[in-house]
């Protein structure tokens, strides 16, 4: 996440020189992910909702939130209405709702969460296994600031990938438009390897989506920024770390560049530091024994 004065913000740390160096503020942070709202706010919620007691359908979740970038936050109750949400297992055993952590702010103020998860009716086994249902992802809104939300409409459902739609992001256009890229599975999940990075996109404010396709490449947990120049930005791996750009609102996507080839790197998230370079962040050492689970971060240019 950017601040209006250029303060970066990023795994609870923040950077005042586009991401050369991080500290972590007194405040404890926030981990990004969020656009600055029109009231100057930067929020975050919990990755995963739990059952609100004698109210089926309900969930609920912290909603932290900063208006001096995470040097001080405000912590209060965040409610969703997801009727039709439920238990199930995943990488673990989840009670409810996944929140992905990318939002977007529509021009009328209301807030839209990209989630994850399975609803009543998701019971086809998917090819990773252990007793997990292909899973979906569907857009939440809030227009109170946060506090209330309530399901919108799926993004991605059905049987793709080794694991079905889960991790994304959306992205607001300058059109109006929403973008979404959605992971479909894992390349560490060796029964089966097509596990397809898709796309899809909404032109009225995410209540309905196009069918989803695919970007050309796989990877884990997308995600994808809004450049200066109009295009966008895709960044994804696992293995390895890389980014690709559309110049069609994610119709299609090219100029496939490298990051990192280490098949140790996982996650990635990307944002724009000035006009004609991106900085990329991604995890090393995911499920390898001796190497430490750090961050890096390179510039594209």
């Not at 055993?93 to 021009?107: E, I």
């Not at 990209?114 to 009543?120: E, T």
Request: aromatic share 8%.
């Amino acid at each position: 996440t950017r601040l209006p004065d250029g303060t970066l913000i990023y795994g609870n740390r923040i950077s005042t020189d586009c991401g050369r160096t991080w500290q972590r503020p007194k405040g404890g942070g926030l981990g990004g992910g969020c656009p600055v709202l029109k009231d100057g706010r930067v929020l975050a919620l919990d990755y995963s909702l739990l059952p609100v007691d004698g109210r089926p359908g309900w969930y609920s979740s912290t909603l932290r939130s900063s208006s001096d970038g995470g040097c001080t936050l405000r912590r209060e109750m965040a409610q969703f209405c997801v009727p039709l949400a439920k238990a199930a297992k995943g990488h673990a055993q989840h009670k409810g709702p996944l929140c992905t952590g990318s939002f977007v702010q529509r021009d009328d103020g209301t807030l839209l969460a990209l989630m994850m998860g399975w609803f009543v009716g998701d019971d086809t086994l998917c090819p990773y296994g252990r007793g997990r249902p292909y899973s979906r992802t569907y857009v939440c809104e809030s227009s109170d600031g946060g506090r209330v939300w309530k399901y919108l409409a799926t993004v991605g459902s059905g049987a793709i990938g080794s694991e079905g739609y889960n991790e994304g992001a959306i992205e607001k256009l300058p059109n109006g438009e929403i973008v979404a890229v959605l992971r479909t599975g894992n390349m560490a999940d060796v029964a089966w390897q097509d596990n397809p990075v898709m796309a899809s996109r909404s032109s009225d404010g995410g209540r309905t989506w196009k069918k989803p396709w695919r970007t050309g490449v796989n990877g884990a947990y997308p995600d994808v920024a809004l450049l200066s120049d109009g295009k966008l930005a895709l960044s994804t791996g696992r293995p390895g770390a890389y980014v690709l750009f559309s110049a069609d609102n994610g119709d299609t996507w090219q100029d496939l560049t490298l990051v990192d080839a280490s098949d140790n790197s996982g996650y990635t998230a990307l944002i724009e530091t000035r006009p004609g370079e991106v900085l990329v962040a991604f995890s090393e050492g995911y499920l390898r024994p001796g190497i430490e689970n750090v961050v890096r971060m390179a510039y594209v240019r």
